[in-house]
């Protein structure tokens, strides 16, 4: 079945810095992916996601790129903030499948001020 | 539009026992996925119900089990339970056609004694 590997598992940065966090996937039949943010007591919530036809997404600070032939994509943030302090989480989901999503272990980010 | 609401937000059970969660989608999606969250095991896909039938499955065993109502609505089951089903159950919900964004509760927080 589908795995997901993401590193690093803990990523400490100064406020206004870069982060980027990294995940490759194993099934090349996978064809969404789904970035996710967790706060401590709460559910996950989508911070931004692409598709297997799209290379490269940007959101305000956020961007996702996606390289289908590595089978790896990743999640930069920039002018990092202490409110982007959370877990994050990337996923992968063979849709033809339905609403499964495969994750990857998440990564703890900490913006110091 | 109101979010997914999941209840209990806490149980205590003791190892043996069943309990069953509750969680509501959001109003007009059909798909409603459960996933585990431990800290050893990360999240874990259970299951994933569209239009009252099983469309996905985890590899859990038999003891979780699931249903939805016509309302969309679902429950989810854990029999005879061991100590290591402690952790948080999320549910998400979607539209169900595939390639789109899961919406996740706040989750149950199980502690199995």
């Known amino acids: 079945g589908e795995n997901v590997e993401q590193h690093p598992s803990t990523l400490s940065v100064q406020e206004g810095d870069s982060a980027v966090i990294k995940c490759t996937y194993s099934?090349?039949?996978?064809?969404?992916f789904p970035w996710y943010k967790q706060e401590l007591g709460k559910g996950p919530q989508l911070i931004i996601d692409?598709?297997?036809?799209?290379g490269e997404k940007k959101d305000q600070r956020i961007a996702v790129t996606l390289n289908k032939t590595a089978k790896h994509f990743s999640l930069h943030i920039t002018e990092t903030q202490p409110e982007d302090s959370a877990v994050y989480f990337c996923?992968?989901?063979?849709?033809?499948?339905?609403?499964?999503?495969?994750f990857g272990a998440g990564t703890i980010l900490r913006v110091k001020s | 539009k109101a979010g997914v609401t999941q209840t209990p937000r806490y149980l205590i059970k003791t190892r043996g026992q069943q309990v069953t969660l509750s969680c509501s989608p959001i109003s007009g999606h059909r798909s409603v996925s459960w996933y585990q969250q431990t800290p050893g095991q990360g999240l874990q896909f259970l299951f994933e119900?569209?239009?009252?039938?099983?469309?996905n499955k985890g590899n859990f065993p038999g003891r979780f089990s699931g249903r939805q109502f016509s309302n969309s609505r679902s429950e989810m089951n854990v029999s005879t339970l061991e100590l290591g089903d402690s952790a948080l159950y999320l549910c998400?919900?979607?539209?169900?056609?595939?390639?789109?964004?899961?919406?996740f509760g706040p989750g149950t927080r199980l502690l199995v004694l």
């Open positions: 119900y569209f239009s009252e039938t099983q469309r």
């Open positions: 099934d090349s039949a996978s064809n969404y």
């Open positions: 996923a992968a989901s063979i849709t033809e499948y339905g609403n499964k999503l495969v």
């Open positions: 692409i598709r297997s036809n799209v």
């Open positions: 998400a919900s979607s539209h169900g056609s595939g390639m789109e964004t899961q919406y």
